[in-house]
């Protein structure tokens, strides 16, 4: 399985970007990860990035994170990688959320909870679902319905 | 306000712990917040070191977490710690979950998210929330709808 993540803006902290780390390094036996960090700049020219970046990812399919969007049981959410297209393509925004053309490119809105995540939590939850969702689809133990 | 969350369970994390305690800082000013651990143990034995605890916390507004439990956006979650009694008191429960006899305790049963996270990955998110909470109460520019 091929995943990636295009998200807005650095992981600044270092307690995250340690743990995502880690989970990145948990996935690795399992699927290809790859994470691209875009600039924080204006919605527009966020944007253009994004799509620009998506012209790599023909075929995948696309994943924005929004509040909107659907939430899944992490059971849930292993199956829906498991049919989903060989590449899976998340999106996390910056503070300004995601713009609607990029949201259009959308095989699913995904949100991972009624609350407010800062970017930087959102991408710490989407990589230890991700790692969970690799382990049960996997019969690992790490996951106990 | 006075916060305190009983947790079946140490954080083991460093990341997380130290993700925790910086998180439990930046909340001081606005809440008193008081963390108790109590050991794994069998869900029985685990109830009753629950119950006990409680024993202290009498008037308090008592908030399990459960999956099945009412999810809240951070705005909503704000308001229910605005409205509630002095002292609130949140109880995560460890791979066992909770017993129905302290969940039978609840003012209001919480749920994070449809997805499952470990205790220390729960304790993570309450507290994130609980510091936007206050900071959505007083009025300041962490968080964004």
Known sequence: ??????AIGKLKDKYFRERC???AKWLSPY??????ELPDSTPEKEAIA?????????GA?????AEEGQQYTSRQFAEL?????????????????IAQEVKQQAGKLLSLSKMTFTHEFAR??????????TNILNGGHYHRD
């Open 1 to 6: 399985m091929l995943l990636k993540i295009i």
């Open 50 to 58: 994004i799509l620009k970046e998506l012209e790599k990812d023909k």
């Open 124 to 133: 710490l939850i989407l990589l230890e679902q991700l790692f969970r969702a």
């Open 81 to 97: 990688l498991d049919k989903a297209a060989r590449k899976v393509v998340f999106i996390i925004g910056g503070p300004n959320g």
């Open 21 to 23: 780390d880690e989970y």
């Open 61 to 65: 399919f696309i994943v924005p994170m």
């Open 31 to 36: 699927a290809k990860l790859e994470i691209k």
